[in-house]
């Protein structure tokens, strides 16, 4: 689902259930950067710049990909994870890193927000609260115009949300062997505890899909501000 705001960027919202996983495997799947070009094809090169290991904030440098409509892209992005009553809010934005001057090539974008909440669900086979929903919400200003955005994001986001589930299967294979985890995945192991208070009237969206990314983007706005607090 895409929505235009007309003063601002094109926002894309997707909902993706994954059947027999737990939303912590979940959690460090999105997380995880070294396995990630496995099933994203458009992370072409990552990079931890900092950490910070008492909240598990990261600041991470992306170079992605696009396909015809947008030259490659570079994000500086910075990350960190709240969990209430184990489900995980997962946010992610573009901050500025003054260590690491803007070039020419490729284009920086520096208005993004990519976030997921995580959360176990019923399974539709009958078998308890053994599914894990991911409800995503993802808006950028990639500068380009917002017929071109909408297509990209249609095309690229839809492209790898497509990718999530053999992507999720292949992740939870490879975390069955004794091979060690990443240092993404041991820092999304890290969380930050809220209560219900602290993210304010509810924890769940309204009804209704343009409602849902309103809820969304004003839980941002509150996240943001307990970013800057702590």
């Known amino acids: 689902m895409v929505f235009l705001y007309q003063n601002g960027p094109t926002v894309y919202r997707s909902r993706t259930v994954f059947e027999d996983a ?3 495997v979940v959690r460090d799947f999105f997380w995880d950067d070294e396995f990630r070009p496995k099933w994203d094809p458009m992370l072409a090169y990552f990079k931890i710049l900092e950490e910070f290991p008492h909240t598990a904030t990261m600041i991470v440098h992306w170079i992605k990909k696009f396909p015809f409509f947008c030259s490659d892209r570079e994000y500086i992005i910075g990350r ?3 969990e209430a009553g184990k489900t995980y809010y997962c946010v992610t934005k573009g901050v500025p890193y003054p260590g690491l001057p803007k070039r020419d090539k490729p284009r920086r974008v520096e208005l993004y927000f990519s976030s997921w909440i995580i959360r176990a669900v019923e399974s539709s086979k009958g078998e308890g609260m053994s599914a894990c929903e991911v409800s995503l919400v993802h808006y950028e200003d990639m500068g380009i115009p917002k017929d071109v955005a909408k297509l990209g994001v249609r ?6 949300v497509k990718k999530l589930h053999s992507g ?5 294979n490879a975390r069955k062997t004794e091979a060690p985890l ?3 995945a041991l820092m999304a192991r890290i969380t930050t505890k809220i209560s219900f208070d602290e993210t304010s009237d509810s924890l769940e969206p309204a009804s209704g899909e343009e409602e849902k990314v309103k809820w969304w ?4 706005r509150k996240i943001r501000a307990l970013i800057g607090n702590g």
């Open 22 to 24: 737990t939303p912590e």
């Open 217 to 220: 983007i004003s839980k941002e």
């Open 168 to 172: 999720m299967r292949a992740y939870q």
């Open 182 to 184: 990443s240092r993404s």
């Open 80 to 82: 960190r994870i709240w």
């Open 155 to 160: 095309h690229g986001m839809w492209g790898t």
